[in-house]
């Protein structure tokens, strides 16, 4: 039997899009925390800031934009995201203080999480339903390419010419986002699907089906935001930077490698076959870093990380897609990502707090056993579930 057709102009062009995006995300998330401790000398849960009021932008913009891409279209909020992101980018040469950037940082939340939305919820569209595990892999591996270069880049630029460089690559990055954009053509009758203004109920702003793997996903991604945040400043600390740019490399790597396969598996043997290894490989990444004492155990809990959350967050996705009846994926998409996002956004502020309470070591250590725990909420939340909504529903057939 001959497979649906993944590879289409739409698919490629919104990967693109998605690509330059979040390379622009990666360039500014893991230097602007160093940023503030350096520059503006301030705190770490200052510096955690950083991202906390970029991610809580996303999060208050996703519901908002999950409904009006049903009322205006997919392309139309896709380009206006889009501007909006990319005009926020230009804005980071002109603040003096770190008050300044944090309210740009708010201005390019808002456009990031539309953007991430309209994204999600294009892609949910056009890939063929028999393939979307498949699909979707791939789709957000082109948020993991970006996280390859993203970090390398710039820190690089960061450490070698200062942040004039690093906010020019931004800018760059952003508008080949948009250009990218420019291409998606949405053909597909339902882009549209209503004019009429919907009340402000928690119904219409989120999507009911998708909240308790949205919930799994936030709880890991406490987890994940002290990587994103704090990575680059622990290998300072351990007298690792020289590796510190390569993190995100082999995490990258690990995934380029794994990704051909977990998404097939996912489409042929369902989430669970995929999630409960990732999750273990996670807390062992997690355990390896709390451990390092050299670049060979940095760089191997990077590959562990990489394979372990580098899987269960497209697996989180597609599963919260999947649940959601075909008219509401603009909402499962921003319900997820919204609910993910608060997870990174708190864990970002939450973090460094602990952080400078235990110290890195210690964080991340606790780290795995709480990544554990993670696990044993999947299985009741998810799994039992399951168990217990087959037969019922066998039973209503018989």
Not at 3 to 12: G, H, P, T, V
Not at 25 to 46: D, G, I, M
Not at 346 to 352: E, P, Q, Y
């Amino acid at each position: 039997m001959n497979q649906q057709k993944l590879w289409s102009k739409n698919f490629i062009s919104i990967s693109m899009s998605n690509f330059f995006l979040f390379l622009t995300f990666y360039f500014l998330l893991v230097t602007l925390p160093n940023l503030a401790l350096e520059k503006y000398h301030s705190s770490a849960s200052e510096a955690g800031l950083m991202t906390t009021v970029f991610l809580f932008a996303a999060i208050i913009s996703r519901p908002f934009a999950g409904q009006w891409l049903e009322r205006i279209g997919y392309q139309k909020m896709l380009f206006v995201a889009l501007i909006v992101f990319f005009g926020a980018s230009i804005l980071y040469f002109f603040p003096s203080s770190l008050y300044g950037i944090l309210a740009v940082r708010f201005l390019q939340g808002i456009g990031f999480g539309m953007a991430t939305t309209s994204a999600g919820t294009i892609v949910a569209e056009i890939v063929p339903s028999s393939r979307r595990g498949e699909g979707m892999g791939y789709f957000i591996m082109s948020s993991n390419l970006a996280m390859v270069l993203g970090p390398f880049v710039g820190i690089s630029a960061m450490q070698q010419f200062g942040p004039t460089i690093l906010f020019t690559l931004s800018v760059i990055g952003a508008l080949a986002s948009l250009i990218a954009g420019l291409f998606v053509k949405m053909t597909n009758p339902q882009e549209v699907h209503s004019n009429v203004k919907q009340p402000f109920t928690f119904r219409n702003i989120f999507e009911i089906s998708a909240v308790s793997i949205s919930l799994i996903g936030a709880f890991f991604g406490l987890v994940y935001s002290s990587i994103l945040s704090f990575v680059s400043v622990y290998a300072n600390e351990i007298h690792l930077d020289n590796v510190s740019n390569l993190f995100f490399v082999v995490f990258a790597i690990v995934l380029l490698i794994s990704r051909p396969f977990t998404g097939k598996w996912f489409d042929s043997f369902g989430a669970n076959v995929i999630v409960f290894p990732s999750i273990i490989l996670f807390a062992i990444g997690m355990f390896v870093l709390g451990n390092t004492n050299s670049e060979v155990t940095f760089l191997l809990s990077a590959g562990l990380i990489g394979l372990g959350w580098g899987t269960l967050f497209p697996t989180f996705q597609t599963i919260a897609v999947q649940d959601a009846p075909p008219k509401k994926r603009g909402l499962a998409t921003a319900t997820f990502l919204s609910i993910y996002d608060l997870g990174i956004g708190i864990g970002s502020f939450v973090v460094g707090l602990l952080i400078a309470k235990i110290g890195f070591h210690s964080f991340y250590l606790l780290c795995s056993i709480y990544i554990l725990i993670g696990m044993v909420l999947y299985y009741f939340v998810r799994v039992r579930k399951q168990q217990t909504t087959i037969p019922q529903v066998n039973n209503q057939k018989q």
